[in-house]
Structure formats: C-alpha cells, structure tokens
C-alpha cells in the first residue's frame, strides 16, 4: 500500500499548519508559525484554523463569516493556491503537500496585506466602482416600484454563470498580469463588467465598454487561464473576458486599441494567406513608429541570428489557399445573416 | 512507425525554425513519423474565437478534418494551438448545429469534421506513445550534469477542461519526460505560470516584468537551462531576455531550449545540427 493511500484510510492524525504571520504594529518582516494539532478526518481548513484560534493562539487573524463557501471571505492560499478555506477539506490538501504532513497557509497574493491572512479589498472595491459594476437602470425612476423590469430567460442564460461571482478574489490572487501591475482591471471585475453589459436592463453599456478598452483594461490580459483555473465557483471567466472583447470590436471597431488590431491582423492574414504575417504584426498592432521604437535592437539581434520572420511577399500562402478563402467567404455570408437576425428580433 | 498528421505552425515556420529542424532529425529514432499537413491554415493563435466565433469553428474543423481524412490524430508543437484547436473541437464536438454548419460548408472542398482524430501536443505523444522507457534507452547524451528549469507554459496546461491532460496546477509530464533524457529538473514556482507573450504587443510593460520573474527565479536556482515545450514561450523567454531583465533591473542570462532540441542533445544530436545555435541567448 503507498503512504498516500494509508494516509487517505487513516480517520485522524497530526497535521502541520504552517501559517504566514505578520502584524504591522509589531513585526518588521512577515514569518512562517507551525502549528501541529490532531485532526479528524473531514475537517475544513477553516475549522481547523478555527480550532488553532481557540485552543492555542488567539492571535492567528484570518477572515471567515458564512462557512459555507457563499460570502466568499475565508479565500486564502492553501499549499500555493488561493481558494476557499471552508470548502477545501484537510485531508484533500494533504495528498498535495510539498513536505509530507504540513499545509501551507498564506494570505491572498495581488492585494495590500493587513495582518496574518487579512488582505485590503478596497482596490477591489474601487475598480468595480471605477468599471461601474452594477446594473445602471434604463427604466425612468418614476416607474421604479410600480413595474416589473423583467430579463428573459434565454437573456440570463447568457450571464447565469457569471452571478455565481462571491467575489472572494481568488482569481484576483493569481492573476498573472494583476502580479505585473497593479493598475490592470482584475479578472473579478471583468467578469462583473460582462454580466452588467450583457443585461438588457442597464443603460450605460458603451460608456462601461469604453472604460473597458482603455490601458490595463481587458486587451491587457494575456489568456494564461489561471484565474477561472482557481475560480472557487468553477465560472469560466475568460468567456467572459472573450465576451467583452467580441463586444468591443463589434461595436467599436478595431480602430482605438492595439489588442483589437493585433486580434483582427490573425483574421486578415488567415484570409489572405492562410497564415500569420508576423514581420508586420507588430506594426498592424501599434503603428511603424512604435516598432521602429520598440523592437529596432531586437530585430538587428534577429538578423544576426537569422531568425527573423520572412517579409509579407515571401510569406507562401497555405497549399489550398484558394478553397479556404472560398469557405471563409461563405462562413461570413452565414455570420451577416446571423448579425440580421439578430438584429431584426 | 507510428504515423500522426502534424500541423505547421506559423511561429515555427516564420521564427522557430529550429523546432522543426529538430524535430526532422529525431522522430524516425523515436519510431514516430510526422507528416505535415501543408494545407492547414493558421489556427487563431487565441485571437479568432473573439473575432469571429464561426471562422474560429470553420478554420480549426478544417484543419482537424485534414488530419481525419488521412486517419491519423493531429499533432503539435507549439502550446497555444494546442490549446485553440483543442477548444474548437471541444465546441464543434458538442454543438451539433455547429458541426453541420461547418461540414455544409467544408464538404465542397470534399472534407468532413467527424471528430474521430485527438489533437495532441508532441510532448504527450513522447510521453504515452513512444513511452518513457524506449526514450531512456535510446538516449546517447544522458544530460545528467543539467540542471533544468522546466518551463511548461499556460497552454498545454490550462484550461483544464479543454486541455485534460496534466495537473495544470502542479504538473509532471515535462519533468517526467526530462527524468528519461536523464536530466535533473528543478523544482521553481514559476514552471506552471505564464511567459507573457499574448500582451507581447499589447502591454508591453506587463509582458516584460512577467517574463522577467520568470528569468530570475530560474537563474536564481541556477538553472543551466530552461526547457519549454511551447515556441511562443521560447520567443519571449529567449529572444526578449535582454529587455525583460533590463527593464526590471536584473543582470545574468540564461540559455532557453526548445523541448525537440533537449530531446535531440539527449539522443546525440549537435546543437548545431538542432539549430540551437540560432537562438539570442548563447547557450
Ligand atoms: S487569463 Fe487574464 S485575467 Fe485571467 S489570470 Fe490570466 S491575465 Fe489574469
Ligand atoms: S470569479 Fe470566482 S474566484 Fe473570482 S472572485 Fe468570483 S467566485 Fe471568486
Ligand atoms: S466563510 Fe464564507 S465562503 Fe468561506
């Protein structure tokens, strides 16, 4: 029998918390406590950290409220991963120790530390309120009271995931471009922002979307998926994230951010040669004098090395060019009538 | 032999030539044939799905199509049309309206979306197909005195529910398939986290501070390499160093490799035989 499978069978044993600590009044630099206590089978990481506050050290400070993985305040980072510590099961998180028998704690990543495992939500808070995250009635508020604003259930569909949201901001904690500046929308309030404009009550879509588009707004997400990867609610927020983006350059076009022209230049090729151009994506994105600018040194590094990509003339168009245009054409007829439709109903 | 269709894709064609090059030399060692499929298109490269929902459908179910119609399973190298043409299988094998929309249209060019060929990564095909144990013995140049910073990359792991076959969160394959070519891997935080590539030309800051960590926990792990099994990761890792260290204040450099070129040092193959002379970054 290996040792996981023992371990799995067995019904309580030690277990070793060992938990980021750090209080602003008194320590200069934050640190690790172990706390070893036995446990039963079938302990939540927040009862178990519970216990600990109880029984051997009142200071441990931590956030919880529900219990029950609905208010969303007990997210932390349980052996390297941000998620719910009241639905995460102590005995689940043994089987993923690094060291064999302790649990690593530590508070959300991305935002401001407080103290133990408390973070600041307020820069949270304040790109909601930034992105307008709630629905901006298009009802007059002389109705309001008096009549049902009602959303039809094919509507809500389009946005039912997306209101399972608890905002516990574990998908904030590992967002890989939230790490590289603090300045970027957030993967919570992308989704927030999508399910607010696709709900036909509100009336301040394209204001939001223009938000949305500008610097550290959705183009500036680099599709590395670790935030719906550790959605504790399982959402897929990067539909959401497509959504808004699908949006962007239906209504607004390609022609004000780099990140649509750089996703419209792989629609254009395709058509044309059946393969990216990449010598001039660079300028397609953001213009000649940027790359002249931007990627001069690197492209004379490429040249030595001769790695650099072949100018658009040599570029061969894919064996078959002729049939996929043939076929890229029809699919858009289907895709114009699809928008006619839609639009007609 | 075991034959797969393999799909070209455009970084390797236009920027990392070397994959393929690799590639060409070793996979006949390996018992395995990889027959180019020259008519399939540019996959979106996670771009298409928003430009256009359908064309995404459309180009990707021809390019599987292609690989169904020889009867072979569709094989690639390159992370991110893994994980793209992963996803418009995975929306063409569960809308049936939209698998009969694509099919009207592919059948005059006499192909057909059936479903039937898997897509796979080159790396999952040296791991389940050839097997570990036959790469061990074939292995000329064990790599034992390298230490190796494994860099999977995000497309071959996530999102999980397209792409199914690792722990995305704490993954193996790479390191598994290192152990063969008798390689240490190291273990570093950064081995499952993103490169920055995809805002590359976008936000270019972001890109450059997210490569940046990745570099420097490496080198501070003294890795002698990083290993990536992904060309695009390659591109930012290796021809952006320079500029993702200087820009966030770091010195040092460290070589990255393409996964066909560990293979081909593994199997005997020389670097400049694997082209690994071409990179930025002397290694
Ligand atoms: S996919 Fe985008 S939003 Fe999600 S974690 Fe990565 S960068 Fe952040
Ligand atoms: S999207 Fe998921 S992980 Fe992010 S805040 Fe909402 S529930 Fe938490
Ligand atoms: S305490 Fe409410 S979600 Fe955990």
Redesign the interface.
């Known amino acids: 029998m290996s040792d996981s499978t023992i371990q799995h069978h067995e019904e309580s044993r030690d277990v070793t918390f060992r938990v980021h600590r750090f209080n602003p009044q008194v320590d200069s630099k934050p640190y690790f406590d172990d706390y070893t206590i036995k446990l039963e089978k079938g302990i939540t990481v927040l009862r178990a950290l519970n216990y600990i506050k109880e029984h051997v050290d009142p200071t441990l400070t931590f956030r919880a409220f529900c219990q029950a993985g609905i208010c969303g305040s007990c997210a932390m980072r349980i052996n390297n991963m941000s998620k719910l510590a009241c639905t995460t099961q102590v005995w689940d998180e043994l089987d993923k120790a690094r060291e064999p028998g302790v649990i690593k704690i530590e508070p959300l990543r991305n935002l401001p530390h407080i103290k133990d495992l408390v973070v600041e939500m307020d820069p949270l808070v304040g790109k909601m309120k930034k992105y307008s995250n709630w629905v901006d009635s298009k009802m007059p508020e002389s109705n309001w009271g008096k009549k049902e604003f009602l959303v039809s259930e094919e509507e809500f569909l389009t946005y039912d995931k997306a209101t399972d949201c608890i905002l516990c901001a574990s998908c904030v904690s590992e967002c890989t471009i939230l790490r590289a500046h603090k300045e970027y929308v957030s993967p919570a309030v992308l989704l927030k922002s999508y399910r607010m404009n696709a709900d036909s009550r509100d009336g301040i879509h394209d204001q939001r979307l223009a938000g949305l588009v500008q610097d550290h707004g959705v183009w500036d997400c680099t599709h590395c998926y670790r935030c719906q990867e550790t959605c504790v609610k399982n959402i897929p927020i990067m539909d959401a994230i497509h959504g808004i983006r699908e949006d962007a350059i239906e209504r607004r076009g390609t022609k004000d951010t780099s990140g649509a022209r750089h996703a419209e230049a792989f629609m254009d090729d395709i058509e044309k040669k059946g393969r990216l151009v990449e010598a001039t994506l660079p300028i397609r994105t953001n213009g000649l004098a940027w790359t002249l600018k931007n990627l001069l040194p690197m492209a004379v590094k490429m040249i030595i090395k001769r790695r650099t990509p072949p100018p658009p003339p040599l570029v061969k168009a894919s064996k078959g060019i002729q049939s996929l245009r043939k076929e890229l054409k029809e699919m858009a007829s289907h895709v114009a009538k699809d928008h006619e439709k839609k639009s007609g109903e | 032999m075991k034959r797969y269709a393999y799909y070209q894709s455009?970084?390797n064609?236009?920027?990392?030539?070397e994959v393929d090059r690799s590639i060409d030399l070793w996979q006949h060692d390996l018992g395995i044939e990889l027959v180019k499929l020259?008519?399939?298109?540019?996959c979106?490269?996670?771009?298409?799905?928003?430009?256009?929902?359908?064309?995404f459908a459309?180009?990707n179910a021809?390019n599987i199509a292609l690989a169904e119609k020889q009867g072979l399973d569709l094989i690639v190298s390159c992370n991110t049309c893994l994980m793209t043409i992963r996803t418009a299988k995975k929306k063409l094998d569960e809308s049936p309206a939209l698998r009969a929309?694509?099919n009207e249209?592919?059948r005059?060019?006499g192909l057909e979306y059936r479903g039937t060929s898997d897509v796979r990564h080159l790396l999952w095909v040296l791991i389940d197909d050839v097997g570990l144990d036959v790469i061990r013995k074939k292995v000329k140049n064990p790599l034992s005195k390298l230490r190796i910073a494994p860099f999977y990359g995000?497309?071959i792991l996530?999102?999980?529910?397209v792409l199914g076959k690792d722990n995305?969160?704490?993954p193996t394959s790479l390191d598994m398939l290192l152990d063969a070519l008798g390689a240490r891997s190291i273990p570093y935080?950064h081995k499952n986290?993103?490169c920055?590539?995809?805002?590359l030309?976008?936000?270019?800051?972001?890109?450059l501070?997210?490569a940046a960590?990745a570099l420097k926990e490496a080198m501070d792990e003294k890795a002698d390499f990083i290993v990536t099994p992904c060309p695009l990761c390659h591109t930012v890792l290796d021809?952006?160093q320079s500029?993702a260290l200087r820009h966030n204040g770091l010195k040092g450099s460290i070589p990255v490799l393409h996964l066909s070129e560990v293979v081909g040092l593994a199997l005997g193959y020389s670097e400049r035989q694997l082209g690994i002379?071409?990179?930025?970054v002397t290694a």
Do not use: W
């Open positions: 455009c970084i064609e236009a920027m990392t030539r020259h008519e399939s298109a540019c979106g490269g996670s771009n298409l799905d928003y430009v256009s929902p359908k064309q459309l180009v021809r929309e694509v249209i592919l005059e060019e995000c497309h996530r999102p999980s529910s995305p969160l704490e935080e986290r993103c920055g590539f995809h805002t030309l976008v936000a270019e800051e972001e890109s501070n997210v960590e021809g952006y500029k002379k071409r990179h930025i």
